[in-house]
């Protein structure tokens, strides 16, 4: 089945840029999602094939998706931004299609 | 506004069984793919079932795959997992998620139910 993976955590400075990646073979030849997700509270949206933003996301956040690797990027990282990030795909080619990565835990320091 | 809300969690014993409902509002639901994602504590998302705006196609995750039942009410507006031989490792909060394309994003959310296996 296909694997997402994800770094467990990644840290910046307020004001700085944050990248979280994600990876999976040939992954580009897949739409890869985001998702935001703050303590106690349900997953949100933030990025959808590869690199639109839904209604609603500053522009801040970001998406590429490229070769074995996509990326989220946020810009001018405020505190608010502090939670954990996941990608995931959908693999056609599985019975099971469904995968996340691992996720990763954004600190704003 | 869109909304979903789960629920029919809470405590069951090993082995038991539970049905999880989540009743939609503010779209046309017979309009989305729906989708069961569940997390366990302190872990990541992990996506458990899949259902066709039809009903007609359904997946599941190998974890779950002979024990969990997705369906759908398009008239009720509801979608319905029932869960079968629950195991400790299936303590979760469990969301609904929809989908206005097949294999797309999931873009709307619930607020989740969490379900606890345990005797």
């Known amino acids: 089945s296909y694997v997402l993976t994800q770094p467990p955590s990644v840290s910046v400075a307020p004001g700085q840029t944050a990248t979280i990646t994600c990876g999976g073979n040939n992954i580009e030849g897949k739409s890869v999602h985001w998702y935001q997700q703050k303590p106690g509270q349900a997953p949100v949206l933030v990025i959808n094939y590869d690199r639109d933003r839904p209604s609603g996301i500053p522009e801040r956040f970001s998406g590429v998706n490229s070769g074995n690797t996509a990326t989220l990027t946020i810009t001018r990282v405020e505190a608010g931004d502090e939670a954990d990030y996941s990608c995931q795909v959908w693999d056609s080619s599985s019975d099971h299609p469904g995968v996340f990565g691992g996720g990763t835990k954004l600190t704003v320091l | 506004q869109v909304q979903l809300v789960e629920s029919g969690g809470g405590l069951v014993k090993p082995g038991g069984s539970q049905r999880l409902s989540c009743a939609a509002s503010g779209f046309t639901f017979s309009d989305q793919y729906m989708s069961w994602i569940r997390q366990a504590p302190g872990k990541g998302l992990e996506w458990i079932s899949y259902?066709?705006?039809?009903?007609?196609?359904?997946y599941y995750g190998d974890s779950v795959k002979g024990r969990f039942t997705i369906s759908r009410d398009n008239a009720q507006k509801s979608l319905h997992l029932e869960m079968s031989s629950l195991r400790a490792e299936d303590t979760a909060v469990y969301y609904c998620?929809?989908?206005?394309?097949?294999?797309?994003?999931?873009?709307?959310w619930g607020q989740g139910a969490l379900v606890t296996v345990s005797s």
């Open positions: 259902i066709s705006k039809s009903g007609s196609t359904k």
């Open positions: 998620a929809s989908s206005t394309k097949w294999g797309g994003s999931f873009d709307h």
